[in-house]
Nanobody, 112 residues
Framework: QVQLVESGGGLVQAGGSLRLSCTAS??????RNWYRQTPEKQRELVAT???????TYADSVKGRFTISRDSAKNALYLEMNSLKPEDTAVYYC????????WGQGTQVTVSS
């Protein structure tokens, strides 16, 4: 079974940047997503990259976050700039193909 391993979370001041990475244990075809969740909110779709390369973003992160992939490395990335305290959450990578695969989550904390 495919496993996704995330890294890159941490503590950053408002206005700072972080880059999240998600590496799959094997090649997998599917739509790639980043979600985030806080204890107060339902899991929120943050960004998507389709197999065509088209990307979409939640309005709350548009212009600040960039999703990308490196198929040769089975990797998915989320570049996060101009971070705000409201971006604080656990971030999950997800691939929806034949199976719906999730990473374990990585904590991002933005201090004001």
């Amino acid at each position: 079974q495919v496993q996704l391993v995330e890294s890159g979370g941490g503590l950053v001041q408002a206005g700072g940047s972080l880059r999240l990475s998600c590496t799959a244990s094997q090649s997998i075809v599917g739509v790639r997503n980043w979600y985030r969740q806080t204890p107060e909110k339902q899991r929120e779709l943050v960004a998507t990259i389709f197999t065509s390369g088209t990307t979409t973003y939640a309005d709350s992160v548009k212009g600040r976050f960039t999703i990308s992939r490196d198929s040769a490395k089975n990797a998915l990335y989320l570049e996060m700039n101009s971070l705000k305290p409201e971006d604080t959450a656990v971030y999950y990578c997800n691939i929806k193909g034949t199976f719906d695969v999730w990473g374990q989550g990585t904590q991002v904390t933005v201090s004001s």
